[in-house]
């Protein structure tokens, strides 16, 4: 009986001298998960993440960007919210002539927009191209992703859902009937017909295929992109949770065939996010572009280990390998927020960036330097069209870490 009691004096005693401890360990791993602000607790998850709130978009539209970034930096879930203010900031002559509303028509002088949006939590996509009338495209698009369970939708069926959403049609071809009536008068030159009858560089049509023997060799419908003149805005979020938003909004591309459908509509082509590993936005000639899904290939070369600036010049170097006279340019982002861009057919390549790690200064328009071309253009399309503004300030590199960047 004594040697009981005091094995269960003993027992007791233990017990004592270790609950403190096991209960002030769960106390520092519990406290340890919160993070204040302005007073209140937020809940993490068990490591912290480090992220700094990141806000891209293509070109050089600040306005927009500084719209988007106004919304992301309220706090974390905003993703989605800021890149669908940053492409409606873009609906005005702020954002180059295009957005503006009426300078890009297709053949018949119809305006049609086209827009989508990503989200990176789930891999899901909403939108819609061919859309008449309606300003908000990238609203009728969101309402896709959101109250559908489909991924595109297109032509007069995809106007008629955004009015039962209750976006109504407000976007007027009041400038377009110009820019038609000055495109008939120059032989509606440059256009996006080729291997047809009368020939599509003399004359506006209407066009027959040629025989079978007499197909000429490709001709690239290549536009100069002219700073300022762009018809396609991409925006990326990255918020402090890690959590992705990628958005494309595009009027088209002047004078093209009706009907025709663009990147910004297509998954993977301008953009793509999985929060798992990151997300890249793309931009530049949008047929190119949906061959070959850059924005998606530049996210699954992130996780195959790339950094950001390797996706990035992988990207653009197999675009050039398959259409050496492409133009354009992609942006990629990793998940901790390191990002970087590479270009072709350019001189340069502009991007607007807001927040990010180290950087106080909003809406800082980053420049970099186009990729040489390893092969001799093929179709004779153009090379370094892009007009340059003198910059007087020292801009960093996109990303700070081009060579020793990690994922």
């Not at 004096?9 to 204040?36: D, H, V």
């Not at 008939?184 to 209407?206: A, L, M």
Request: aromatic share 8%; proline share 5%; hydrophobic share 35%.
């Amino acid at each position: 009986m004594l040697v009981r009691s005091f094995c269960l004096q003993l027992l007791i005693l233990l017990q004592l001298f270790e609950s403190p401890c096991r209960t002030q360990g769960k106390s520092l791993k519990y406290f340890r998960n919160f993070k204040t602000t302005k007073g209140k607790f937020r809940i993490f998850g068990t490591k912290k993440t480090n992220i700094q709130p990141l806000l891209i978009s293509t070109w050089n539209y600040t306005d927009a960007n500084l719209q988007a970034w106004s919304v992301l930096r309220q706090g974390p879930r905003r993703t989605r919210q800021a890149v669908i203010q940053g492409c409606l900031a873009c609906q005005n002559p702020r954002c180059g002539g295009h957005f503006g509303g009426g300078s890009a028509p297709d053949s018949e002088g119809k305006l049609t927009l086209e827009a989508a949006i990503m989200d990176g939590d789930g891999l899901r996509y909403g939108a819609v191209a061919g859309i008449e009338g309606v300003r908000n495209a990238i609203l009728v698009a969101d309402a896709v992703l959101r109250y559908t369970k489909h991924t595109l939708l297109v032509g007069k069926s995809a106007t008629r859902f955004g009015r039962s959403m209750g976006y109504k049609e407000d976007y007027s071809n009041v400038h377009a009937e110009k820019f038609l009536e000055q495109w008939k008068s120059n032989e509606c030159q440059p256009n996006f017909w080729r291997d047809v009858h009368p020939s599509p560089t003399e004359n506006c049509g209407p066009y027959l295929p040629l025989p079978q023997h007499m197909h000429q060799q490709p001709m690239h419908p290549e536009y100069p992109i002219v700073q300022g003149q762009h018809d396609q805005l991409a925006l990326l979020a990255l918020d402090e949770e890690g959590k992705f938003h990628v958005a494309s909004q595009s009027t088209g591309a002047q004078f093209r065939i009706p009907g025709r459908v663009g990147d910004s509509a297509v998954p993977g082509a301008g953009i793509y996010a999985d929060n798992e590993v990151g997300g890249a936005v793309a931009s530049g000639d949008g047929d190119v572009l949906m061959r070959h899904l850059p924005a998606f290939l530049a996210v699954e070369a992130l996780r195959t280990g790339k950094s950001p600036h390797q996706a990035a010049e992988w990207v653009v170097q197999r675009l050039l390998k398959h259409n050496t006279e492409f133009n354009g340019a992609v942006v990629v982002v990793n998940r901790r927020g390191v990002y970087a861009a590479a270009c072709a057919g350019l001189d340069e390549f502009h991007f607007v960036v807001s927040g990010g790690k180290g950087y106080l200064s909003m809406a800082r328009v980053e420049r970099i330097k186009c990729l040489e071309r390893e092969v001799e253009v093929v179709d004779g399309g153009p090379r370094g069209l892009f007009r340059i503004i003198p910059d007087k300030q020292v801009v960093p590199k996109a990303g700070g870490k081009r060579n020793g960047d990690k994922s």
